[in-house]
Nanobody, 121 residues
Framework: QVQLVESGGGLVQTGGSLRLSCAASGRTFSNYRMYWFRQAPGKEREFVARISSAGALAYADSVKGRFTISRENAKNTVYLQMISLKLEDTAVYYC???????????????WGKGTLVTVSS
């Protein structure tokens, strides 16, 4: 079993920045594709970013150019650096791990419990 624990969420003004972290334990980390999803109140959980074991990157159109996903395998940690935050970025952000090329939440093998990001005007 893989355990994922997110941290780094909080309250930030529009235009501000936050860095989220996801610490993994329990099984081999480096062989998994790592993901960030988010879920805003009243909305479906949506894909945000993905990084493969080799470092290939993918982003949702809504965050492209503003968010950066990275991983540090020696620390079993994946990050999401968020800049130029908008009100619509407000959501619970979830870390996930999978062995699939898809970006669908239903295909993830493991999930963290989430960390709340609130963007205020």
């Amino acid at each position: 079993q893989v355990q994922l624990v997110e941290s780094g969420g909080g309250l930030v003004q529009t235009g501000g920045s936050l860095r989220l972290s996801c610490a993994a334990s329990g099984r081999t980390f480096s062989n998994y594709r790592m993901y960030w999803f988010r879920q805003a109140p009243g909305k479906e959980r949506e894909f945000v970013a993905r990084i493969s074991s080799a470092g290939a990157l993918a982003y949702a159109d809504s965050v492209k150019g503003r968010f950066t996903i990275s991983r540090e395998n020696a620390k079993n940690t994946v990050y999401l650096q968020m800049i130029s935050l908008k009100l619509e970025d407000t959501a619970v952000y979830y870390c996930a791990a999978g062995q699939t090329l898809t970006s669908s939440a239903k295909d993830m093998d493991y999930w963290g419990k989430g960390t709340l990001v609130t963007v205020s005007s």
